[in-house]
């Protein structure tokens, strides 16, 4: 990680398409993966040739460690479909991979309760209760 110290271009795209956090994450390198998202590493940059993302292609191969180390990154797009429409959580499906499926799962599901928390935030007390007579 002394290339990443010394500057070098952690989203520089290889003459194969693939940028090193996509390379890293194909080949299940998760301490080189969370090396370059310190970095600055792009990690929804697609594959110029297949459009896939490293999160896609962690999940297609089973690399666990490095799914989690992607969706440590806070701006990670779990839900972005490569060029035929299959999703990272299909694709692990698909494959069969249980833990990359659980991890994805679980962030969906702490996204929908941070989304809940937000609607909560906006409700008005009067609201609150016109919501709670109408569910009884």
Do not use: F, W
């Not at 969706?71 to 299959?86: H, S, T, Y």
């Not at 692990?92 to 833990?99: K, P």
């Amino acid at each position: 990680m002394a290339l990443i110290a010394g500057g070098a271009d952690v989203n520089k795209i290889r003459t194969s398409g693939s940028s090193p956090v996509y390379t890293a994450s194909k080949h299940g390198h998760a301490a080189a993966v969370q090396a370059l998202i310190r970095g600055g590493a792009d990690v929804n940059r697609e594959k110029v040739t297949l459009k896939t993302t490293p999160l896609y292609i962690a999940c297609k191969r089973g690399h666990v460690e490095v799914v989690r180390a992607l969706l440590r990154a806070r701006n990670v797009d779990v839900n972005k479909a490569q060029r035929g429409g299959a999703t990272p959580v299909l694709t692990a499906s698909h494959y069969g991979h249980v833990g990359c499926i659980e991890l994805l799962v679980e962030v969906r599901r702490r996204e929908r309760e941070r989304e809940r928390e937000r609607k909560r935030g906006r409700e008005t007390p009067v609201l609150r209760v016109c919501m709670m007579v109408t569910s009884v």
